[in-house]
């Protein structure tokens, strides 16, 4: 139905969100909404200060989703994935999951 997969950033106390994907099938259904909260809650839990993203402006629905849970926009100052164009980063201290 969905998948998510986070990755401990080295030298930092951060995550990268790395994937965020719903079948297609299973779309409208919260799921995205689901896998995001449990990531935000492992995040918390594992003390790490920010989360980040990098994503595509052609991925609208994904990027809504990124809005609603606080994520903004920051400036893409690396190529580290060649279709991504936008990064997002929310602070932990900013994310709508309360302690």
Avoid: H, W
Avoid at 45 to 64: D, H, P, R, V, W
Avoid at 72 to 96: G, R, T
């Amino acid at each position: 139905m969905g998948t998510v997969s986070l990755i401990k950033l080295d030298g930092q106390n951060a995550f990268e969100l790395a994937k965020l994907a719903v079948t297609e099938k299973y779309q409208g259904l919260k799921i995205g909404r689901r896998l995001m909260e449990k990531c935000l809650e492992v995040v918390k839990l594992e003390g790490a200060n920010k989360i980040i993203l990098y994503t595509n402006q052609k991925l609208t629905a994904a990027i809504e989703l990124y809005k609603k849970f606080g994520f903004p926009f920051v400036s893409l100052d690396d190529d580290k994935y060649l279709e991504a164009d936008l990064k997002m980063e929310l602070e932990m201290k900013n994310s709508i999951i309360e302690n």
